[in-house]
């Protein structure tokens, strides 16, 4: 049972460079989500996708992020035009769907913006 | 607005005690109650979670306690032991959106 893959799982980069993170799910669970750790902090919700189709977004992802799920395999988180802000531990979670079902979690990039 | 309050922020205990973490929840539309361990690098990971119907859940040495009227819910440790040692978060899920509101976490450590 391979668990949910991420790459990279370090990311530097340069603020106003675009960065964009993969995830891999477990590969028969049909919904994906994306959370946003900071430091001393819980995981913040960003997005999810049930199969292809995103179906609900937080106010935390502004216009530069995007996240796509192309035939509701892997899916990829983008950042455009990094802010120091953006700074953070990014993790990807997979699980089953309908009602609650138990999210996996992969072990995150880290994206330190310089 | 923080939504799922946890406290305390950090705990110490000492091997073969009892390690409780509290939180307390805002909205009435969670209707699932997990609990995750984090590991320094890694991902969390599910450790045991509950429904608003029942008032008790138990699964070897930890335990949620939850309490729907006053909207909180506590993990108990047993026989806490320094392989336990980590950060612990309290989670509400909300079916309807599909989505989890984690508390801000609480780093355990157990000494020898």
């Known amino acids: 049972d391979t668990g949910v893959s991420q790459n990279p799982r370090h990311k530097i980069t340069k603020r106003g460079q675009n960065v964009t993170f993969r995830c891999d799910p477990i590969s028969e669970h049909n919904r994906l989500y994306w959370y946003r750790q900071t430091l001393g902090q819980g995981p913040e919700f960003l997005t999810y996708f049930q199969n292809e189709a995103q179906l609900e977004k937080s106010r935390l992802l502004s216009d530069r992020f995007s996240a796509e799920r192309p035939k509701g395999s892997f899916s990829t988180l983008e950042i455009q035009r990094t802010e120091q802000g953006d700074s953070a531990m990014y993790l990807c979670a997979s699980s089953l769907g309908q009602g609650w079902q138990p999210q996996h979690f992969g072990d995150g990039t880290r994206l330190s913006i310089l | 607005q923080q939504q799922v309050k946890q406290s305390p922020q950090s705990l110490i205990v000492q091997k073969g005690g009892i390690s409780i973490i509290n939180c307390a929840y805002e909205?009435?539309?969670?209707?699932?109650f997990p609990w995750y361990q984090q590991f320094p690098g890694k991902g969390p990971a599910l450790l045991i979670a509950i429904r608003p119907d029942v008032s008790e859940k138990k699964e070897g040495r930890f335990t949620i306690s939850f309490n729907k009227s006053a909207k909180q819910f506590s993990l108990h440790i047993m026989d806490s032991q320094p392989g336990d040692s980590a950060t612990y978060f309290c989670a509400a899920y909300n079916t309807n959106a599909g989505k989890s509101t984690f508390g801000d976490g609480t780093t355990l450590t157990v000494k020898p």
């Open positions: 909205n009435t539309a969670f209707d699932y």
